[in-house]
């Protein structure tokens, strides 16, 4: 029944009833009569002056507030346009606030049609506005809830950013910004708001939404009773009567079963999308500012924030405004969250890239906030790789919370709570929140929705509900916190309460052992056309990994060769690679690396991958001169010998063709070179035991080094390859079947809504081999090199008028794999060009490299979850493989992958046209190499040629005394690499060594270091010292014995006496 003093309707039914509420709270049709008009019963234009900042895109960056505030303000007026994109305009907003407004709420009201920031006189953030953006809207900012009166004239400035909170589209938001649009200032006033009119429309809002939703529910008719008979008071005049009617309904509280809400506001941001780095800055500055503003009128507001990498900007950038932000975080109000430098790719970037991540994050909100995030949370990527909880382990988390699952097409993932369980045996505690989203703003249907749709009913007591605006930042209002104070207790909803992470997690942790388990990776059946996306990202961040990598090395060979004397040396270049890494960890955030930002974003990530690259190459000079000493060119009239020596970064002793000097010093020659593990070799020529060899026969091209041994069309296809000694032929089958591999296919590609985000399974329908035979296209292969060390051939594709294909097909000397130099010429639109390679092998599954570890996944659809992933992603290589026999595909810098049935595909480019019109339209170079083997890929070392493959040996120089073999570290044992050799971060002088498992197995290995240590400890991705490992030491030698179970991620520390 309702409740006392309520009269239900007796004229109406809920088809009209319903609707008034809607009408009285909400339409604009009304106002006269309804509350809409009374909300703001006065108001008064402010005066108003414009200073238009020079520049576009990001100079704001070059301005300080105090700098700003002197410039030559002009007057405008409200009805102007503002613009172009991406500019910034400053406005001096003056007024008096009038004497028979006191005692009355007054506010700031405001509408750019685009974001804009409140600054008061003396330069501090106040808050972020949002205009123009339909329901995600903050308009308004809270000048003080009772003038005082005799306040005088006063100053605030607000900075409008010309976007909107999704950039700078017309129409759809994924659509290129239009770099002309101009925005409209419609409103700069100040105005009273009626607090108990305010409320009331809250009141409604709610009660109307609850009637709505639970429309067949006896709650929902007790609400709607409630709120006409609310209308009807208001109608009479009796505003109070109507309030009190509410507070009675909302006093009704809920029962102990209820389900529980964990409400946590938070604002995700994306790092760059719509809008480049530089805007973010500020949306982070806004989001922040706006959530203290809350704060003072919501004591219990909880808020957080991910991605230390938007901590740090709105440190450097806005000072006053952190400080202030620290200040919350001690009160446990405002909380980092998510441990991550950025809300990163969860599958391109490399096993370091995702353990840098978490140090970087995790270690400055310790040093700048004195707080440890206990979770990893990453809402909003595109599916999850199947070693994250390993490497979440090694990091010391054990709690993960994503979203993003909810968006696959075809098959929803069962469980919203569970164990997940990685490929070396970690598991962790699992979160997805039910609502799916976010970006709740706390209506009434989401909190119905996220107890509907928990799939762990029975299991636990509470779910994780996410409400503020995001993705393009702004977090919660005071609308939402409104609905909050209402909806926390009702009877007939769950219960809500305002909690951390923290408190959260640590629930479903005592309820851990209700749950499931899930194993193996987080799939998304969707935006896996990101895996190649904007080729120049993840051909850039593939070398950058590998270069810090190198950098790394050799530094940290100099620091412990060299002990003290090389603390300057270790300083210096620390602080170089701290930048660098944080450079290339921004760029892998989950928008960028994979390719779905408007255009401006990629022209600055290169620069910051670039630089990157350039530090990462300082360090290794600098490295190479410290610990092999410094050649002079010429000193006076005396010339100082120089040599040469081969800089090897893995732990495997190379035996390969490499490119040198030629005698005139201006071009180049082939070499066949060895080169020690981990170390440096002389660069030697050294005789093939059987040098390349091609013929032509039959209309085919044979090419031979005594290893393999392929036969190559006149199109570029590769008609046969074998392992010499085996007859069995990776393109043949036994009944003399014609296969094919390295067929260059083009598809169409064009998605149902997310452009450079998608690639459907309808592609496959629509199949075009550009190479399966010799015509008007087609350049024929010809012979372009052929001198015993190495065989090359050439061919040319014209894939349309503006597109082409040039590939080197190449064998060099002592090498498995037959390599394609392959340089693209790329101006096509809505196509996805692959490398497709149909093979003469029977297997169910295909392996995969991931990070620091393997993934098998099956070939066959019999499932509609194997169906689905007809596009999955993979590392340095995939192979297909029989128990004793098989293909490896090595690449450098490609991402996207199929293996169906007995065909593996590497996807190489894709062409779409939102929200970056000009995606991949320009000429890239890259490589793929063919790896057949026998035996199992473990045996055949297929891991060791993707670290080759994509490593190449360096060439330094060196004084001519130091040109000799010796190696700084190596491995004895099959199954562990050493990825990772490094200084530790404290500068300490102690080395940290990461290695993992490769094989699947539980492999034993003993590392040797060729320097004399004074302890060994195991260690983390954190670098803690941990206990100490058994080691024998003596002159310049230390060795230790490491053992580990299959995909492990482990991590020791050495420290040495410092002289």
Same mark, same amino acid.
């Given at each position: 029944?309702?409740?006392?003093?309520?009269?239900?309707?007796? $004229?109406?039914?809920?088809?009209?009833?319903?609707?008034?509420?809607?009408?009285?709270?909400?339409?604009?049709?009304?106002?006269?009569?309804?509350?809409?008009?009374?909300?703001?019963?006065?108001?008064?234009?402010?005066?108003?002056?414009?200073?238009?900042?020079?520049?576009?895109?990001?100079?704001?960056?070059?301005?300080? =507030?105090?700098?700003?505030?002197?410039?030559?303000?002009?007057?405008?007026?409200?009805?102007?346009?503002?613009?172009?994109?991406?500019?910034?305009?400053? =406005?001096?907003?003056?007024?008096?606030?009038?004497?028979?407004?006191?005692? @009355?709420?007054?506010?700031?009201?405001?509408?750019?049609?685009?974001?804009?920031?409140?600054?008061?006189?003396?330069?501090?953030?106040?808050?972020?506005?949002?205009?123009?953006?339909?329901?995600?809207?903050?308009?308004?900012?809270?000048?003080?809830?009772?003038?005082?009166?005799?306040?005088?004239?006063?100053?605030?400035?607000?900075?409008? +950013?010309?976007?909107?909170? =999704?950039?700078?589209?017309?129409?759809?938001?994924?659509?290129?910004?239009?770099?002309?649009?101009?925005?409209?200032?419609?409103?700069?006033?100040? +105005?009273?708001?009626?607090?108990?009119?305010?409320?009331?429309?809250?009141?409604?809002?709610?009660?109307?939404?609850?009637?709505?939703?639970?429309?067949?529910?006896?709650?929902?008719?007790?609400?709607?009773?409630?709120? *006409?008979?609310?209308?009807?008071?208001?109608?009479?005049?009796?505003?109070?009567?109507?309030?009190?009617?509410?507070?009675?309904?909302?006093?009704?509280?809920?029962?102990?079963?209820?389900?529980?809400?964990?409400?946590?506001?938070?604002?995700?941001?994306?790092?760059?999308?719509?809008?480049?780095?530089?805007?973010?800055?500020?949306?982070?500055?806004?989001?922040?500012?706006?959530?203290?503003?809350?704060?003072?009128?919501?004591?219990?507001?909880?808020?957080?924030?991910?991605?230390?990498?938007?901590?740090?900007?709105?440190?450097?950038?806005?000072?006053?405004?952190?400080?202030?932000? @620290?200040?919350?975080?001690?009160?446990?109000?405002?909380?980092?969250?998510?441990?991550?430098?950025?809300?990163?790719?969860?599958?391109?970037?490399?096993?370091?890239?995702?353990?840098?991540?978490?140090?970087?994050?995790?270690?400055?909100?310790?040093?700048?906030?004195?707080?440890?995030?206990?979770? =990893?949370?990453?809402?909003?990527?595109?599916?999850?790789? +199947?070693?994250?909880?390993?490497?979440?382990? $090694?990091?010391?988390?054990?709690?993960?919370?994503?979203?993003?699952?909810?968006?696959?097409?075809?098959?929803?993932?069962?469980?919203? *709570?569970?164990?997940?369980?990685?490929?070396?045996?970690?598991?962790?505690?699992?979160?997805?929140?039910?609502?799916?989203?976010?970006?709740?703003?706390?209506?009434?249907?989401?909190?119905?929705?996220?107890?509907?749709?928990?799939?762990?009913?029975?299991?636990?007591?509470?779910s994780a509900f996410l409400f503020g605006y995001g993705d393009g930042g702004g977090g919660p209002t005071q609308n939402m916190l409104e609905r909050f104070r209402r909806l926390k207790d009702v009877d007939g909803l769950p219960k809500v309460n305002m909690v951390t992470p923290n408190e959260m997690f640590e629930q479903l942790e005592t309820e851990q052992h209700n749950m499931c388990h899930w194993a193996g990776e987080l799939y998304l059946e969707l935006h896996n056309g990101t895996y190649t996306s904007q080729a120049a990202m993840k051909q850039l961040c593939r070398s950058?990994?590998?270069?810090?990598?190198?950098?790394?090395?050799?530094?940290?060979?100099?620091?412990?060769?060299?002990?003290?004397?090389?603390?300057?040396?270790?300083?210096?270049?620390?602080?170089?690679?701290?930048?660098?890494?944080?450079?290339?960890?921004?760029?892998?955030?989950?928008?960028?690396? %994979?390719?779905?930002?408007?255009?401006?974003?990629?022209?600055?990530?290169?620069?910051?991958?670039?630089?990157?690259?350039?530090?990462?190459?300082?360090?290794?000079?600098?490295?190479?001169?410290?610990?092999?000493?410094?050649?002079?060119?010429?000193?006076?009239?005396?010339?100082?010998?120089?040599?040469?020596?081969?800089?090897?970064?893995?732990?495997?002793?190379?035996?390969?063709?490499?490119?040198?000097?030629?005698?005139?010093?201006?071009?180049?020659?082939?070499?066949?070179?060895?080169?020690?593990?981990?170390?440096?070799?002389?660069?030697?020529?050294?005789?093939?035991?059987?040098?390349?060899?091609?013929?032509?026969?039959?209309?085919?091209?044979?090419?031979?080094?005594?290893?393999?041994?392929?036969?190559?069309?006149?199109?570029?296809?590769?008609?046969?390859?074998?392992?010499?000694?085996?007859?069995?032929?990776?393109?043949?089958?036994?009944?003399?079947?014609?296969?094919?591999?390295?067929?260059?296919?083009?598809?169409?590609?064009?998605?149902?809504?997310?452009?450079?985000?998608?690639?459907?399974?309808?592609?496959?329908?629509?199949?075009?081999?550009?190479?399966?035979?010799?015509?008007?296209?087609?350049?024929?292969?010809?012979?372009? @090199?052929?001198?015993?060390?190495?065989?090359?051939?050439?061919?040319?594709i014209a894939i349309s008028d503006d597109s082409s294909i040039t590939q080197d097909i190449e064998l060099t000397a002592e090498s498995p794999y037959l390599t394609f130099h392959t340089s693209v010429s790329w101006y096509e639109s809505h196509k996805i060009l692959k490398t497709v390679m149909e093979t003469n092998i029977l297997t169910r599954n295909a392996s995969y490299e991931i990070q620091f570890g393997i993934l098998e996944r099956p070939t066959h659809m019999n499932t509609s979850w194997d169906s689905a992933r007809y596009e999955v992603c993979g590392h340095k290589w995939?192979?297909?493989?029989?128990?004793?026999?098989?293909?490896?595909?090595? *690449?450098?810098?490609?991402?996207?992958?199929?293996?169906?049935?007995?065909?593996?595909?590497?996807?190489?480019?894709?062409? %779409?046209?939102?929200?970056?019109?000009?995606?991949?339209?320009?000429?890239?170079?890259?490589?793929?190499?063919?790896?057949?083997?026998?035996?199992?890929?473990?045996?055949?070392?297929?891991?060791?040629?993707?670290?080759?493959?994509?490593?190449?040996?360096?060439?330094?120089?060196?004084?001519?005394?130091?040109?000799?073999?010796?190696?700084?570290?190596?491995?004895?044992?099959?199954?562990?690499?050493?990825?990772?050799?490094?200084?530790?971060?404290?500068?300490?002088?102690?080395?940290?060594?990461?290695?993992?498992?490769? $094989?699947?197995?539980?492999?034993?290995?003993?590392?040797?270091?060729?320097?004399?240590?004074?302890?060994?400890?195991?260690?983390?991705?954190?670098?803690?010292?941990?206990?100490?490992?058994?080691?024998?030491?003596?002159?310049?030698?230390?060795?230790?014995?490491?053992?580990?179970?299959?995909?492990?991620?482990?991590?020791?520390?050495?420290?040495?006496?410092?002289?």
């Open positions: 029944m309702s409740d006392p003093g309520v009269q239900a309707s007796l $004229h109406k039914n809920a088809k009209t009833t319903i609707p008034r509420i809607s009408n009285f709270i909400y339409s604009s049709r009304f106002k006269d009569v309804n509350l809409v008009g009374r909300l703001y019963p006065h108001s008064k234009n402010v005066e108003l002056s414009h200073w238009a900042l020079p520049g576009g895109e990001g100079a704001w960056q070059e301005w300080t =507030f105090d700098q700003v505030i002197t410039q030559d303000f002009t007057p405008t007026e409200i009805g102007k346009e503002f613009g172009p994109t991406w500019t910034t305009h400053w =406005f001096k907003l003056t007024f008096e606030i009038p004497e028979e407004w006191k005692g @009355k709420e007054v506010r700031i009201r405001w509408n750019s049609d685009s974001e804009s920031t409140v600054w008061s006189h003396d330069g501090k953030v106040l808050q972020g506005l949002s205009t123009g953006d339909g329901a995600q809207r903050r308009g308004d900012y809270l000048l003080t809830s009772s003038y005082e009166g005799n306040k005088g004239k006063q100053v605030f400035y607000i900075e409008m +950013a010309a976007n909107k909170l =999704f950039g700078g589209a017309d129409g759809d938001n994924t659509n290129p910004p239009n770099p002309d649009k101009m925005f409209t200032l419609s409103k700069a006033e100040i +105005a009273v708001m009626d607090k108990l009119v305010y409320k009331l429309t809250r009141d409604l809002e709610m009660l109307y939404q609850i009637s709505e939703a639970l429309e067949k529910d006896p709650l929902g008719h007790q609400a709607m009773y409630t709120a *006409n008979h609310m209308v009807n008071l208001i109608i009479k005049g009796d505003d109070s009567g109507a309030s009190a009617v509410a507070d009675t309904f909302w006093s009704k509280g809920n029962g102990e079963r209820a389900h529980k809400i964990a409400a946590i506001g938070n604002c995700h941001i994306d790092s760059a999308w719509l809008w480049p780095y530089s805007e973010t800055k500020r949306k982070a500055a806004r989001s922040y500012s706006a959530q203290l503003k809350l704060m003072e009128d919501y004591p219990e507001h909880i808020f957080v924030a991910s991605q230390a990498q938007q901590w740090a900007w709105v440190k450097e950038y806005y000072p006053e405004l952190f400080e202030r932000i @620290k200040h919350k975080v001690a009160e446990g109000k405002f909380l980092p969250v998510g441990t991550t430098w950025t809300e990163m790719d969860g599958n391109i970037p490399s096993g370091e890239s995702f353990i840098r991540q978490f140090v970087y994050g995790q270690k400055f909100y310790q040093k700048e906030l004195g707080y440890t995030c206990k979770e =990893f949370w990453l809402p909003d990527t595109f599916g999850y790789s +199947a070693q994250i909880p390993a490497l979440m382990q $090694h990091v010391g988390l054990t709690r993960f919370l994503t979203q993003k699952m909810s968006w696959s097409m075809v098959n929803k993932f069962p469980h919203n *709570n569970f164990t997940w369980e990685g490929i070396d045996g970690s598991s962790v505690l699992a979160h997805f929140p039910p609502g799916d989203s976010y970006n709740m703003f706390f209506n009434v249907d989401e909190l119905l929705r996220t107890v509907k749709n928990m799939k762990d009913k029975g299991r636990v007591s509470t950058a990994e590998f270069r810090l990598r190198d950098a790394e090395f050799v530094l940290a060979g100099a620091v412990a060769t060299l002990g003290s004397a090389a603390s300057s040396l270790l300083q210096t270049s620390l602080a170089s690679l701290d930048p660098a890494w944080k450079k290339v960890l921004l760029n892998q955030f989950h928008d960028v690396l %994979p390719g779905s930002s408007i255009g401006i974003v990629y022209p600055q990530a290169e620069a910051l991958y670039r630089e990157a690259l350039e530090a990462a190459d300082s360090v290794w000079d600098e490295s190479i001169k410290a610990l092999l000493g410094t050649y002079v060119s010429e000193t006076g009239s005396e010339k100082a010998v120089e040599g040469e020596v081969l800089f090897n970064s893995l732990q495997w002793p190379r035996l390969e063709v490499i490119k040198v000097p030629g005698k005139d010093g201006k071009t180049e020659e082939e070499m066949l070179v060895e080169a020690p593990p981990f170390g440096f070799g002389v660069i030697n020529s050294v005789e093939p035991t059987h040098k390349v060899t091609v013929e032509e026969s039959d209309d085919m091209f044979i090419l031979d080094n005594g290893l393999i041994k392929a036969k190559i069309t006149k199109s570029g296809l590769v008609a046969s390859l074998v392992v010499i000694g085996d007859e069995r032929d990776i393109f043949r089958k036994e009944d003399g079947t014609q296969l094919y591999g390295n067929q260059m296919t083009i598809y169409d590609d064009e998605p149902l809504y997310w452009d450079a985000w998608d690639v459907m399974d309808y592609h496959l329908e629509t199949p075009r081999v550009l190479n399966d035979k010799v015509d008007s296209t087609i350049t024929p292969v010809t012979v372009v @090199k052929d001198t015993g060390l190495v065989a090359r051939l050439r061919y040319k995939a192979d297909l493989s029989e128990p004793d026999w098989g293909l490896a595909v090595l *690449n450098d810098s490609k991402y996207g992958w199929m293996g169906r049935g007995n065909k593996l595909s590497l996807s190489l480019l894709r062409s %779409p046209k939102a929200p970056d019109a000009e995606c991949d339209m320009r000429d890239h170079t890259f490589k793929y190499a063919l790896l057949p083997h026998l035996d199992t890929l473990q045996k055949a070392g297929v891991v060791q040629r993707g670290y080759e493959f994509n490593n190449a040996l360096r060439i330094a120089r060196v004084p001519e005394a130091q040109v000799k073999v010796r190696s700084l570290i190596s491995v004895e044992g099959d199954g562990i690499v050493l990825h990772t050799v490094k200084p530790t971060d404290d500068a300490s002088g102690d080395l940290l060594l990461r290695v993992f498992e490769c $094989h699947g197995c539980k492999s034993k290995a003993r590392l040797n270091l060729e320097m004399m240590a004074s302890g060994v400890f195991a260690s983390n991705g954190m670098e803690d010292k941990d206990k100490a490992i058994p080691f024998t030491a003596n002159s310049n030698h230390t060795h230790f014995d490491i053992s580990l179970t299959p995909f492990a991620i482990r991590a020791y520390r050495i420290s040495f006496l410092q002289e």
